[in-house]
């Protein structure tokens, strides 16, 4: 698994409460992503890092917030969790512009 | 926008067919299209990749065809078997920005 460790494995919430999901790699790689994977969508990047405190928006960003204060750790946030937040949640790393690595995945259920 | 379109949705192949899948993109600044395979309850390993400057790559069983002018790409699987059987994506991305665009990704059955 290229040393990612997504935390935890199944989550199931209720609607309008907080989540939080962490990625974590032991590969010391610039970049790290948070993508969701949904029927019919295949994966949509939520957000990404390229480098600690340095991040920016994917083009399903809204209702997510991310944070990475450290080079091994991007945590993903739903600051009040919804029904359509239900998904199955990917973190990946990249070394360079070239291959990336994806964790296990995280399947979050919002009740 | 920067989108790849993926096709077919689903494939169905028997034991040593050869399974098909096509990506069409739209950003000509694309210079990395790797595919991906998912197996159930996984996540997506990365399976084949190529550059633009070439036309094909193999490894192994696995093909990628590029057609730079047209802008597609496919991936061909030679003697597909039932091992095979998984969801593929596409993806693309350019040198000048950090992120991967997927397809939607198609989901190959190979029957014994």
């Known amino acids: 698994d290229a040393g990612i460790t997504q935390s935890p494995r199944h989550k199931v919430t209720e609607t309008g409460t907080p989540v939080t999901l962490r990625c974590h790699q032991t590969?010391?790689?610039?970049?790290m992503y948070w993508y969701r994977q949904d029927p019919g969508h295949g994966l949509r990047l939520i957000h990404y890092s390229y480098g600690v405190k340095d991040t920016d928006k994917g083009e399903v960003s809204d209702g997510y917030s991310v944070s990475r204060s450290k080079t091994e750790d991007f945590l993903l946030t739903l600051e009040s969790a919804t029904s359509s937040q239900t998904s199955v949640y990917f973190c990946?790393?990249?070394?360079?512009?070239?291959?990336?690595?994806f964790g296990q995945g995280t399947r979050l259920t919002v009740v | 926008q920067q989108q790849v379109k993926q096709s077919p949705q689903s494939l169905i192949v028997q034991k040593g067919g050869i399974p098909i899948i096509n990506c069409a993109y739209e950003n000509t600044a694309f210079d990395y299209f790797p595919w991906y395979q998912q197996f159930p309850g996984k996540g997506p390993a990365l399976l084949i990749a190529i550059r633009p400057d070439v036309s094909e790559k193999k490894e192994g069983r696995f093909t990628i065809s590029f057609n730079k002018s047209a802008k597609q790409f496919s991936l061909h699987i030679m003697d597909s078997q039932p091992g095979d059987s998984a969801t593929y994506f596409c993806?693309?991305?350019?040198?000048?920005?950090?992120?991967?665009?997927f397809g939607k990704g198609t989901m190959l059955l190979v029957s014994p």
């Open positions: 993806a693309a991305s350019n040198s000048g920005y950090s992120t991967l665009t």
């Open positions: 590969e010391n790689h610039r970049y």
């Open positions: 990946a790393i990249r070394k360079d512009r070239a291959e990336a690595f």
